[in-house]
């Protein structure tokens, strides 16, 4: 459970195929719109994977929104789901390969930020990544310009951009849901 205290906290989650939750239910507010969280120190959760790790940071004093009043303050760490627990739609003539999918937050509500969160996918860099709202899919075609706090704070309301950081792949991100790193190639008949 988490209460809003100001020391920095690193949590590790050694099986990334199991549900493993975040309680932030003593700082939320409800109203009858939403729920709101906002956190105390900085976290950083290390995830290892099949493929590597999956870190998320997540920046002192953010505010977390979920446009409903019956979130309850939970946030899912990363949990790696199955490759073909998605669907990419890459265009005529062509196939998308999904690598890797990595959900985060809340399986049923989507969480939006007010400071960019920076999740790293290991092993990833050069691929495509993309994430579900609901059951749309929508690719992250945007480039961050760097890969710094600041710079992604920028981002505009529940966006998102990407980077490659040596062999990683970096998403820095306003919202939380389930992302999806993957291959086009064209199709042959």
Excluded at 60 to 71: C, D, G, L, R
Excluded at 130 to 140: E, L, P
Aim: with cysteine.
């Amino acid at each position: 459970m988490v209460n809003g205290t100001s020391a920095t906290s690193t949590i590790s989650v050694a099986n990334a195929s199991v549900d493993v939750k975040m309680d932030f239910s003593l700082l939320s507010t409800t109203t009858a719109t939403s729920t709101r969280v906002t956190t105390g120190a900085p976290l950083f959760i290390n995830t290892n994977v099949a493929f590597g790790e999956v870190l998320v940071s997540i920046p002192q004093e953010v505010t977390i929104t979920a446009a409903t009043s019956s979130w309850n303050g939970m946030i899912n760490l990363p949990t790696i789901k199955n490759i073909n627990s998605v669907s990419i739609n890459p265009g005529a003539g062509k196939t998308a390969t999904v690598s890797s999918v990595v959900e985060i937050g809340s399986s049923d509500t989507r969480l939006t930020f007010d400071k960019a969160v920076r999740i790293l996918i290991s092993g990833q860099a050069g691929k495509k990544v993309g994430y579900y709202s609901g059951n749309d899919f929508y690719q992250i075609t945007g480039f961050c310009s760097n890969d710094t706090q600041s710079n992604a704070n920028n981002l505009s309301a529940a966006g998102d951009c990407k980077i490659d950081v040596g062999g990683d792949l970096v998403v820095w991100t306003k919202h939380f849901t389930k992302f999806a790193t993957y291959e086009v190639t064209d199709s042959y008949s």
